[in-house]
């Protein structure tokens, strides 16, 4: 981190960026989402503007995200999964793992201390998501949000009763072919910071209809999801184009 005699300059800026996989435009609102209170000049100065607008930001696009990946789950199992991904607990753990608070410009007395709360953690990574949704708009706010926190949906969905589309089709295929079911990458596209891959279920010989997702972990899920439904003698839910 830091501290307030430290200046957030170009290079600190791009080391930052790099750890993002985030591009700014304008710099300067990079500069606003890493200064805490503590180290701003004056409060209007500080990322808790940026905090504000980004906290909505995550919660809109997280709630927008469970609807369509879940769509057989219920409201109360939606919110229950929303409050893990979009916690102060949550947002802090993937500002650590992103080593975010070397970056953080910080007064004094917050710089010395031995490890970064985790309030002021989650509060620069909301920051950052404001920040890139007023440079580059919805969705990259929504590529960079999608991107950090796909494993936390997945996660949270698990232990709160939310779908598992690979283990539902699991239990399917040994039930009904005493098959395991398979994954098959068969294209991925986009930059490194941002792919997406297209993903096909296989039981035997048959192949499903295949999905796209932001991850492979996402696809493989939505693969089987679209497998459950052509087994159920449904449409695919998800398209393969």
Same mark, same amino acid.
């Given at each position: 981190?830091?501290?307030?005699?430290?200046?957030?300059?170009?290079?600190?800026?791009?080391?930052?960026?790099? !750890?993002?996989?985030?591009?700014?435009? #304008?710099?300067?609102?990079?500069?606003? $989402?890493?200064?805490?209170?503590?180290?701003?000049?004056?409060?209007?100065?500080? @990322?808790?503007?940026?905090?504000?607008?980004?906290?909505?930001?995550?919660?809109?696009?997280?709630?927008?995200?469970?609807?369509?990946?879940?769509?057989?789950?219920?409201?109360?199992?939606?919110?229950?999964?929303? *409050?893990?991904? !979009?916690?102060?607990?949550?947002?802090?753990?993937?500002?650590?793992?992103?080593?975010?608070?070397?970056?953080?410009?910080?007064?004094?007395?917050?710089?010395?201390?031995?490890?970064?709360?985790?309030?002021?953690?989650?509060? /620069?990574?909301?920051?950052?998501?404001? $920040?890139?949704?007023?440079?580059?708009?919805?969705?990259?706010?929504?590529?960079?949000?999608?991107?950090?926190? *796909?494993?936390? /949906?997945?996660?949270?969905?698990?232990?709160?009763?939310?779908?598992?589309?690979?283990?539902?089709?699991?239990?399917?295929?040994?039930?009904?072919?005493?098959?395991?079911?398979?994954?098959?990458?068969?294209?991925?596209?986009?930059?490194?910071?941002?792919?997406?891959?297209? /993903?096909?279920?296989?039981?035997? @010989?048959?192949?499903?209809?295949?999905?796209?997702?932001? @991850?492979?972990? #996402?696809?493989?899920?939505?693969? $089987?999801?679209?497998?459950?439904?052509?087994?159920?003698?449904? $449409?695919?839910?998800?398209? *393969?184009?």
């Amino acid at each position: 981190m830091l501290d307030g005699t430290s200046r957030l300059d170009d290079a600190n800026l791009a080391a930052c960026e790099r !750890v993002l996989s985030y591009t700014f435009k #304008d710099r300067a609102l990079l500069r606003s $989402a890493l200064t805490h209170a503590s180290g701003a000049d004056h409060r209007l100065a500080s @990322n808790e503007r940026l905090e504000f607008l980004g906290d909505a930001i995550l919660g809109t696009v997280i709630c927008d995200r469970l609807y369509h990946e879940f769509p057989e789950s219920l409201e109360g199992v939606l919110t229950r999964i929303k *409050s893990v991904v !979009v916690s102060r607990r949550t947002c802090a753990k993937v500002s650590r793992l992103l080593g975010l608070d070397d970056y953080l410009l910080l007064g004094k007395g917050m710089g010395t201390s031995e490890q970064t709360p985790d309030s002021v953690l989650a509060a /620069v990574f909301e920051s950052l998501i404001g $920040a890139i949704y007023l440079d580059g708009g919805i969705e990259a706010a929504r590529t960079f949000i999608v991107h950090h926190l *796909s494993q936390e /949906v997945e996660e949270a969905a698990e232990d709160q009763g939310g779908q598992n589309f690979k283990s539902g089709l699991q239990q399917s295929a040994q039930r009904k072919f005493g098959e395991t079911p398979t994954y098959q990458l068969l294209d991925e596209k986009g930059p490194d910071h941002s792919k997406c891959f297209k /993903v096909a279920a296989q039981i035997g @010989n048959r192949q499903f209809a295949a999905a796209w997702g932001p @991850n492979k972990k #996402d696809a493989e899920q939505r693969a $089987a999801r679209n497998a459950l439904s052509q087994i159920a003698g449904e $449409a695919p839910p998800f398209s *393969s184009e």
